[in-house]
């Protein structure tokens, strides 16, 4: 897939949770703050400190400072609710 076609992919999906690919291995999973021709921003979701149990204690409980992924970067991106069922 090409630079423009995650570039309507992205604009898509602005302001929901997601996680993508890029081609240096990295997976970033958070939300979609804005989108240039040129760049995603996203916004990193936060793990919580320390092993938990079960649902008490483990898991994401926010989001941090956005940050850039270049759209020629991404080799894939997917919604992450499909992740979090």
């Given amino acids: 897939?090409?630079?423009?076609?995650?570039y309507q992919l992205c604009h898509r999906h602005r302001g929901r949770t997601v996680r993508i690919n890029d081609r240096f291995g990295r997976t970033h999973l958070g939300r979609i703050t804005r989108v240039?021709?040129?760049?995603?921003?996203i916004q990193p979701m936060r793990r919580r400190n320390g092993i938990g149990y079960g649902f008490y204690g483990g898991g994401f409980y926010g989001f941090g400072a956005p940050y850039a992924v270049a759209l020629g970067?991404?080799?894939?991106?997917a919604l992450a609710s499909l992740f979090f069922w």
């Fill in 36 to 41: 240039t021709p040129s760049h995603v921003y």
């Fill in 73 to 77: 970067a991404i080799t894939g991106l």
């Fill in 1 to 6: 897939m090409s630079g423009g076609n995650y």
